[in-house]
């Protein structure tokens, strides 16, 4: 693997008594699906909490192309390039569908530059935001008010609004929760075209979605990771199976 974009060292994240994250070591390279999958409580939000920047961790570093952003607040993180998706509600529900989107690439955009102040610059805002709905089954659904979506329909618009801000890395936290079977589809088909432009992290419970997509697993149990290699590795592994997928394969 080139070197990697995202690189994780000893992450240790504590909640009193508890480890959340117990010296967890995590890379992640360029074009890659690095899955990380886990029980409930394992430690995966709160792992994806502090490579975002929402949370600061107790021990560790997080390096993102070789540079330490440990101690960057998340908006400066946003802006090097990492968006995180799912499991926190990230959609303005009494906005439409575009200008959910727009504000997502006024984000990316100069922070300080009042795009929203002149009617041109508003228009040139929309015009880029519909591009990144082009090709989604939100395509002609732009005038929608958010609270008007449909449950899938949120979740595609929550992948669109992550992709808006031009990340080189998602970070997505359960994308495929409360999806019907062919909606579950349809996202394994979009996070497949996108590993083409992003690395993506995907915390996921859907082991078809999981083995479909991952380049890597890596195994968090009680904060540890206690396997990581490929899909075929991770099928194999005994302690794997003990831990978290059950026998029923066996
Ligand atoms: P997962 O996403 O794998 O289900 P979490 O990262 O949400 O797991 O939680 C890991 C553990 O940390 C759980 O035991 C959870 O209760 C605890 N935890 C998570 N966030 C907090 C918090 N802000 N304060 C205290 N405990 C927390
Ligand atoms: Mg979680």
């Not at 961790?57 to 330490?68: S, V, W």
């Not at 008010?145 to 329909?153: C, K, T, Y």
């Amino acid at each position: 693997m080139s070197a990697p974009i995202l690189k994780i060292e000893g992450l240790v994240k504590r909640f009193g008594g508890l480890t959340a994250t117990d010296h967890v070591d995590f890379d992640l390279g360029e074009g890659e699906i690095h899955a990380l999958i886990g029980p409930n409580g394992a430690g995966k939000s709160t792992l994806i909490n502090q490579i975002c920047g929402e949370m600061r961790q107790d021990e560790g570093r997080i390096l993102l192309d070789g540079a330490d952003i440990s101690t960057l607040p998340a908006p400066r993180r946003a802006m090097l390039g990492l968006a995180r998706a799912f499991q926190v509600p990230s959609l303005l529900n009494d906005m439409s569908v575009l200008e959910n989107v727009s504000v997502a690439v006024q984000v990316r955009r100069h922070r300080t530059y009042r795009i929203w102040d002149s009617p041109r610059g508003r228009r040139d805002l929309a015009a880029e935001a519909a591009t990144f709905l082009d090709g989604t089954g939100l395509a002609d659904r732009g005038g929608i008010l958010v609270s008007d979506l449909s449950h899938g329909e949120r979740k595609q618009l929550e992948l669109v609004v992550a992709r808006a801000t031009r990340p080189r890395l998602l970070l997505l936290d359960e994308p495929m929760a409360g999806l019907g079977a062919s909606e579950s589809q349809e996202m394994i088909a979009t996070l497949a075209t996108l590993r083409q432009t992003h690395g993506i992290l995907l915390v996921e419970h859907d082991m078809d979605a999981v083995f479909n997509l991952a380049d890597r697993i890596s195994v968090l149990v009680y904060g540890r990771i206690i396997a990581h290699g490929t899909v075929d590795e991770i099928r194999a592994d005994p302690e794997v199976r003990r831990a978290y997928l059950g026998e029923e394969e066996a």
